[in-house]
T-cell receptor, first 110, second 114 residues
Framework: QKEVEQNSGPLSVPEGAIASLNCTYSDRGSQSFFWYRQYSGKSPELIMSIYSNGDKEDGRFTAQLNKASQYVSLLIRDSQPSDSATYLCAVNWGFQKLVFGTGTRLLVSP | ETGVTQSPTHLIKTRGQQVTLRCSSQSGHNTVSWYQQALGQGPQFIFQYYREEENGRGNFPPRFSGLQFPNYSSELNVNALELDDSALYLC?????????????FGPGTRLTVT
């Protein structure tokens, strides 16, 4: 059973701080890793993808992947109240399904 | 570039009825995946369609079926609806080429079964 684990939160950070979101996965054969943001009542929006060990930066977002530890994280710098949402970690096996965690709810207070 | 669209937005059905949900993939994409998202959970993979063929299926019973059309749009059909089928149904499109398989979601269809 391929599993993706996330802390459900909520993770509360003040505006301007760094938010750190974490995710572990069970299958070493995992190839691709994604972070989605989902606002309440809306569909998931892809914000980052990462395929190789190390860091990948895109604006205020940095994804970090450590395949040996089966761990992927998302850092959000200079957090804004508009970043308040649920962040879903997803792991892809081949061309087929994405397996999602249950999501971490992030609250950024002004 | 046209994004992923889904219809209808909301739907209310009675237990035992049948429902068809529709999805148009993003321009240039050839693969459609369907997911079910219950409240407070992450999306669960139902199945994926590539070149009009089912290409992988999650742990869902046969009463969940689908189609993909030559223009890459897709339908999800659910027969004999049960109360537990109440959820947000998400369609995601992607371009099956090389590594990655980045999937982009449509706005979803909220299904309520009473």
């Amino acid at each position: 059973q391929k599993e993706v684990e996330q802390n459900s939160g909520p993770l509360s950070v003040p505006e301007g701080a760094i938010a750190s979101l974490n995710c572990t996965y069970s299958d070493r054969g995992s190839q691709s890793f994604f972070w989605y943001r989902q606002y309440s009542g809306k569909s998931p929006e892809l914000i980052m993808s990462i395929y190789s060990n190390g860091d990948k930066e895109d604006g205020r977002f940095t994804a970090q992947l450590n395949k040996a530890s089966q761990y992927v994280s998302l850092l959000i710098r200079d957090s804004q109240p508009s970043d308040s949402a649920t962040y879903l970690c997803a792991v892809n096996w081949g061309f087929q399904k994405l397996v999602f965690g249950t999501g971490t709810r992030l609250l950024v207070s002004p | 570039e046209t994004g992923v669209t889904q219809s209808p937005t909301h739907l209310i059905k009675t237990r035992g009825q049948q429902v068809t949900l529709r999805c148009s993939s993003q321009s240039g994409h050839n693969t459609v995946s369907w997911y079910q998202q219950a409240l407070g959970q992450g999306p669960q993979f139902i199945f994926q369609y590539y070149r009009e063929e089912e290409n992988g299926r999650g742990n869902f019973p046969p009463r969940f079926s689908g189609l993909q059309f030559p223009n890459y749009s897709s339908e999800l059909n659910v027969n004999a609806l049960e109360l537990d089928d109440s959820a947000l149904y998400l369609c995601a499109s992607s371009l099956r080429i090389g590594q990655g398989n980045e999937q982009y979601f449509g706005p979803g269809t909220r299904l309520t079964v009473t």
